[in-house]
């Protein structure tokens, strides 16, 4: 699958009528809220006494933001416009980006905020870095730019849901770098129900699936073994640039909604490491009734769907640093220092230390075996002339090397879960969703999307 605009129009965003801000009915405003289902499900209010994401920054690698739409205002930086130059926060036609911000740190309007979206990390700061077109990516190096500008900007969260189908080296470099600076990459699986898109699959990311409120996992939600969480993906209300709202089905809100977990994390846990944020994810997932039992990571699920609100408040171990993350391997000939060479902005820490544990350079070692020649060639004349038995071998020693046995993600066993995201019982299914074709998935007719009923608090929570 070909960059950006696959999971740009992931699921297929179905606006619910022409609401105006300044004149919508307060019903229909309420209703936007009411149909934010993950909010219910997360019990956000509780989650929000916890952590609202406050501090964190997180990157939003996409088409760029509408920074003036009302739930988001005050909340989204210029960021970096890597297709066009200047700022990324001023889009006023593609609606992706915006929606992902919103997902992850929508505040909403009115007063308290009670009007619009709100997203999962409402106190988090948005960095747009705007991505060039279809057409110019395979050319323009501009994933491996914009994560290194991310990175260098401040993110600690990198929000990815786009689509690539080849990932390059100098992609697979800036993936290192961020992964060296401690940053947390999540990418969307994709959204062809078939095989994981080659940039989530990549090494050192966290890969994202869809579920739907009953914690199913949704049909085109793509799948494989480097997946590792899954969050709500169907009927996903959010904000849009050009017009106010969107609701839309795919792995690119499942992946916002991951993000902003994660900053919800970081902001509550700044000791943590990237892989030990997403350590807590894993081990508080949940997984579907009847699901509890299987063999985890499960190439759909992954560990299961994250939920908030024990991520933030169970006692988990720290763990490893890199956690269940997969560090990205070196490859020789990648450039200084190979797949994970720092690039221009790195220190080469690692390749400074290479040299001097080898304790010679070039210079000393051609002189020294030239040397050994020379005295080999005189004990092989003294052998001869007296007839005696060799002593001469090879040098003793060799290159070194560095590593150790990768992480190996623990087990958490089965789940306990009263049922998926924290409700006592399965959510109530609106019915079966119309559906035309994959990335086109039509909810219904604006106000036939049914809000779910306030969440029952579930025991032990």
């Known amino acids: ?130 991505m060039p077109s279809e057409d110019e990516i395979s050319n323009s190096g501009g994933l491996a730019e914009a994560l290194k500008y991310a990175v260098d900007n401040g993110a600690s969260v990198i929000n990815m849901s786009i689509g690539q189908s080849y990932v390059s080296e100098d992609v697979k470099q800036a993936i290192s770098y961020a992964n060296k600076k401690d940053v947390l990459l999540v990418a969307a699986t994709g959204n062809s129900g078939s095989e994981i898109d080659p940039l989530a699959a990549s090494p050192g990311l966290l890969a994202v699936g869809a579920v739907d409120k009953a914690g199913q996992v949704w049909q085109d939600s793509n799948y494989g073994p480097q997946t590792m969480l899954t969050a709500p993906g169907v009927h996903i209300r959010s904000a849009a640039a050009s017009k106010p709202y969107r609701l839309a089905d795919g792995t690119s809100d499942a992946t916002a909604y991951v993000s902003g977990a994660a900053a919800l994390l970081r902001s509550k846990f700044p000791d943590l490491t990237a892989g030990q944020v997403a350590n807590r994810l894993v081990k508080t997932a949940g997984l579907p009734p009847g699901q509890e039992g299987m063999k985890l990571p499960d190439p759909h699920y992954g560990y299961g769907f994250i939920r908030p609100l024990r991520a933030l408040t169970q006692d988990i171990p720290a763990g490893s640093k890199n956690g269940p993350l997969k560090t990205p391997k070196a490859e020789p000939g990648a450039g200084a220092g190979g797949a994970t060479s720092l690039g221009s902005s790195g220190t080469g820490g690692d390749q400074a230390s290479e040299q001097k544990d080898s304790g010679l350079g070039t210079g000393a070692i051609v002189g020294i075996a030239a040397g050994v020649l020379v005295v080999v060639a005189l004990i092989v004349i003294v052998v001869v002339r007296q ?15 560095f590593g150790g046995p990768g992480f190996m993600p623990q087990q958490p066993g089965p789940f306990q879960q009263p049922a998926p995201y924290q409700h006592p019982g399965p959510y109530q299914q609106p019915g079966p969703y119309q559906q035309p074709g994959p990335y086109q998935h039509q909810p219904g007719a604006p106000g036939a999307f049914p809000p779910v009923p306030p969440p029952v608090q579930p025991p032990g929570q």
């Open 387 to 401: 007839k005696k038995n060799g002593r001469n071998g090879p040098p003793n020693g060799g290159p070194g090397g």
């Open 1 to 130: 699958m070909s960059f950006t605009r696959t999971l740009r129009a992931v699921g297929g965003a179905v606006v619910a009528g022409a609401l105006l801000f300044g004149s919508a009915p307060t019903a229909l405003a309420d209703q936007i809220r009411d149909d934010q289902w993950p909010l219910k499900s997360f019990d956000a209010e509780s989650v929000w006494k916890a952590s609202t994401g406050k501090g964190v920054t997180v990157a939003v690698i996409d088409v760029p933001v509408n920074g003036d739409h009302p739930d988001l205002k005050g909340s989204v930086l210029p960021g970096k416009d890597i297709e066009n130059g200047g700022p990324a926060n001023h889009q006023d036609q593609d609606n992706h980006g915006t929606s992902m911000a919103s997902v992850i740190a929508g505040h909403g309007h009115g007063a308290g905020g009670s009007g619009g979206v709100k997203g999962i990390a409402p106190g988090a700061k948005i960095l747009p870095v705007g």
